[in-house]
């Protein structure tokens, strides 16, 4: 089945404790993005990613990092959680023709809840 | 940046009604995309309509691109419970420095009752 999968689906933490949400895609995308989802802001682009070792900021990169080893994944790594960046998160992957972004396929989301 | 705002903010209809929704951008488009989102899950693609394009039609939606005003439409017709969920519509910005960032509006709530 095609699908993009996160993980985790829910997490609590603690300012400033390091952590990693996966995204993993089977659909041999080359275009993957991580988006955030706030109330009444809809989602916002965090970084992106053209192809293999090709990422870009998007939006609202602050306290982010990325990093695109492989073509199937694309994890999101938070090096110092801060109450602000508690969100709903998205990773997503398409095929991205230049210079058309197309159609994006989404993960279920992970809920992540820094305290 | 939000590039696309929809209009309205939330919609209550009845089943078998048509739902509209509106969707204004800022800045050229290579194409605009719509989106649905079932309560906090991962957002599903409905339709994708070309700037070239005015009219598409996927099954009950119908979706209008005028891009002389910058604004989409997105109709469904005769409306299901199944159908209340968010819809978002998304800009794929002209500019080639700006390939990839597709940019989403903050939605429309659609709550269709039986």
């Known amino acids: 089945e095609a699908q993009v999968t996160q993980n985790p689906r829910y997490l609590i933490t603690v300012t400033g404790k390091k952590l990693t949400v996966t995204c993993s895609q089977n659909?041999?995308?080359?275009?993957m993005s991580w988006y955030r989802q706030d109330p009444g802001l809809g989602l916002r682009q965090i970084y992106y990613?053209?192809?293999?070792?090709?990422?870009d900021k998007g939006d609202v990169p602050e306290g982010y990092k990325v990093s695109r080893k492989e073509k199937r994944n694309f994890p999101l790594i938070l090096e110092s959680p801060s109450p602000n960046q508690t969100s709903l998160y998205f990773c997503?992957?398409?095929?991205?023709?230049?210079?058309?972004?197309?159609?994006?396929?989404f993960g279920e989301g992970s809920r992540l809840t820094v305290l | 940046s939000q590039q696309g705002e929809e209009d309205p903010q939330a919609l209550s209809i009845q089943e078998g009604e048509n739902a509209t929704m509106n969707c204004s951008y800022k800045?050229?488009?290579?194409?605009l995309q719509w989106y649905r989102q079932n309560s906090g899950r991962g957002l599903v693609h409905l339709i994708l309509?070309?700037?070239?394009?005015r009219e598409k039609h996927s099954g009950r939606l119908r979706v209008t691109l005028d891009t002389s005003k910058k604004s989409s439409s997105l109709l469904i017709t005769a409306s299901r419970a199944a159908d209340t969920a968010s819809y978002f519509c998304?800009?794929?910005?002209?500019?080639?420095?700006?390939?990839?960032?597709?940019?989403f509006g903050a939605g429309t709530q659609v709550v269709v009752t039986p």
């Open positions: 997503a992957s398409g095929l991205a023709e230049f210079p058309n972004t197309g159609e994006l396929f």
């Open positions: 659909m041999n995308h080359e275009y």
């Open positions: 990613s053209m192809n293999v070792e090709v990422t």
């Open positions: 800045t050229s488009i290579n194409n």
């Open positions: 309509i070309r700037s070239n394009e």
């Open positions: 998304a800009t794929d910005p002209l500019e080639t420095d700006s390939w990839g960032k597709l940019q």
